[in-house]
């Protein structure tokens, strides 16, 4: 494997980390298992010895690897990496350490699927509220979402309390479900730019649809997150099937 196969826009260190992650959860590096050495890894990716570090580096952050002297690079854990993401729950971000910012909150003409979506006229005028998230420091998703242009004079709140708090206690707005599509798309170039990624390098798109309690749309959102840090977990739950009622066949025999 070299740098030609890996994905332009996402930096190599990432996705060479990401390769050996995947190796030890499945198994190939055991516990106290020391890994392959440091020039093995320059040779089998084509990169230098400062990216492999950089990689190895990520890992030993994440509590997956250690280094001693005269000893090399063993696995140490067995914990979930911290820079990836896994939910059970909606919102997205809430079972992350991950820090919000505000990045604009403006008044702007509804494109058409919003538009229809809430059920405006096309152009109409809507509140769009865009934040960005970090984690460790690093970005990790762009979230766009367009509300009713009502909204707007809580502008000054965003910052400070959750949407959904304003949401239900300055506009008596019940909420009652949110409806995910989760599809791999490419980052548009105001996303790629946010994101720190190539243009059309590959994002994590979740579009949530929000309702109220009475059935009401009143929130479009779109969730853009890096490919290469985000891990979405869905949980189901399965009902036993159900058992046909049984076939009377002396009634069946009279019906003949």
Same mark, same amino acid.
């Not at 280094?67 to 690079?73: A, D, E, I, L």
């Not at 009401?216 to 479009?220: E, G, L, N, T």
């Not at 399965?238 to 049984?246: L, T």
């Given at each position: 494997m070299s740098t030609q196969f890996l994905s332009a826009g996402v930096p190599v260190y990432h996705q060479i980390a990401q390769v050996l992650r995947r190796r030890i959860e499945a198994g190939e590096w055991g516990q106290g298992n020391q890994l392959a050495t440091e020039q093995t890894l320059c040779r089998e990716f084509g990169v230098s010895r400062t990216t492999v570090r950089h990689a190895l580096s990520l890992l030993k952050r994440e509590g997956l690897l250690s280094?001693?002297?005269?000893?090399?690079?063993r696995r140490v854990g067995e914990a979930r990496p911290s820079k990836y993401v896994s939910n059970l729950s909606d919102p997205l971000h809430a079972t992350l350490d991950s820090r919000p910012t505000i990045v604009s909150v403006e008044l702007v003409g509804a494109k058409p699927a919003v538009a229809a979506f809430l059920q405006l006229r096309e152009g109409a005028q809507v509140l769009k509220l865009v934040r960005m998230n970090y984690l460790d420091g690093e970005p990790l998703s762009v979230v766009e979402s367009y509300l009713p242009e009502a909204m707007y004079r809580a502008a000054? $709140? &965003?910052a400070h309390r959750s949407l959904h708090d304003i949401m239900w206690n300055d506009f008596d707005l019940r909420i009652a479900k949110s409806i995910h599509t989760v599809v791999v798309g490419r980052a548009e170039p105001h996303v790629a730019e946010m994101l720190g990624i190539g243009l059309g390098a590959p994002v994590m798109h979740v579009r949530a649809n929000t309702y109220l309690q009475d059935g009401?749309?009143?929130?479009?959102t779109d969730n853009y997150f890096r490919e290469d840090?985000?891990?979405?977990?869905? $949980? &189901?739950?399965?009902?036993?099937?159900?058992?046909?009622?049984?076939?009377?066949?002396?009634?069946?025999?009279?019906?003949?």
């Open positions: 280094s001693q002297r005269g000893v090399g690079t000054d $709140e &965003f009401r749309p009143i929130r479009w840090r985000y891990q979405y977990t869905a $949980e &189901f739950f399965w009902s036993p099937p159900e058992i046909p009622d049984p076939v009377d066949e002396s009634s069946e025999g009279q019906k003949s």
